[in-house]
């Protein structure tokens, strides 16, 4: 979608321009058990290989997790998480020509990776935990990806009671990128990311898809990540890995609404969206 108002995102390194097009962060899960491709990339060459196809698909982000945060899960140590990023960092760094997004909510395990040459942190936990993570993020001059979620992974979902859920959303994140920027993370650094199944149900998820205009004011751009998620399965009830129509019908009202990047599992199919 084509927009007149030019801005950016500014991570490790480098810059995106905002405006123009929608942007696509691929998803690349180095884990046993993510929601959707759960143990598919686990192993080192896997992975190493699955993150050239996402680039040569045309995604402009890469973002690596090796914690799931699929409803229910459970906290996967530092020690683990490096074990199964470090290596595979090391492997890509001379490879891959786009940026590298880390998804995690270790402040131990973002600086081990901005070390070994990451761009961006993607943080599910919005700061929840305070400023520590930006302030990593501020000393390496990293993008900062600040997502709304209520309560954990593991307890998300017992709690999506909202009386507004578009403005309580919107002042969380608000709040976070207040956060971010006192650590000294700049406004262009920043996108937030509205947590579509992060503690919402499916009709709050809906909402928030028809209202990305409400965050767009709060940092240098808005991610949103559709991709797979059971909102999207609702009618449907195919299981995650064929979700591939609702998904695009997802990012399409996310286009449509104003989303900046889509952080989405299958590439090469919604560049075409």
Wanted: proline share 3%; charged share 25%; hydrophobic share 40%.
């Amino acid at each position: 979608m084509e927009r007149s108002e030019i801005r950016y995102f500014r991570y490790r390194g480098g810059a995106f321009e905002l405006g123009k097009r929608t942007l696509l962060m691929g998803i690349l899960n180095v884990t046993p058990d993510s929601f959707s491709d759960g143990g598919k990339y686990a192993e080192r060459r896997a992975a190493f290989e699955r993150a050239l196809e996402i680039e040569k698909d045309g995604a402009d982000i890469l973002d690596i997790g090796a914690e799931s945060t699929r409803p229910g899960s459970l906290p996967v140590s530092d020690d683990e998480q490096c074990a199964r990023l470090l290596p595979l960092l090391k492997d890509l760094r001379e490879k891959l020509r786009i940026p590298i997004s880390i998804d995690t909510r270790s402040c131990r395990v973002a600086s081990e990776c901005l070390k070994e040459g990451a761009h961006v942190i993607n943080d599910v936990s919005g700061l929840r935990d305070g400023a520590e993570l930006a302030e990593i993020c501020a000393k390496y001059s990293a993008g900062l990806v600040i997502m709304h979620m209520r309560g954990t992974p593991e307890t998300m979902q017992k709690d999506v009671g909202y009386d507004d859920v578009v403005g309580e959303v919107a002042r969380s994140l608000k709040s976070s990128v207040e956060l971010a920027q006192d650590a000294g993370v700049s406004r262009e650094q920043i996108l937030v990311d509205p947590g579509l199944g992060f503690g919402k149900s499916f009709d709050q998820n809906y909402m928030l898809m028809g209202s990305l205009a409400s965050f767009m004011e709060l940092a240098g751009g808005v991610l949103v990540g559709p991709s797979r998620k059971a909102f999207t399965g609702e009618l449907s009830g195919l299981p995650a890995d064929e979700r591939q129509f609702s998904t695009a019908a997802a990012v399409a009202i996310c286009v449509l609404n104003g989303a900046d990047v889509l952080r989405v599992h299958d590439v090469s199919e919604m560049r075409q969206v």
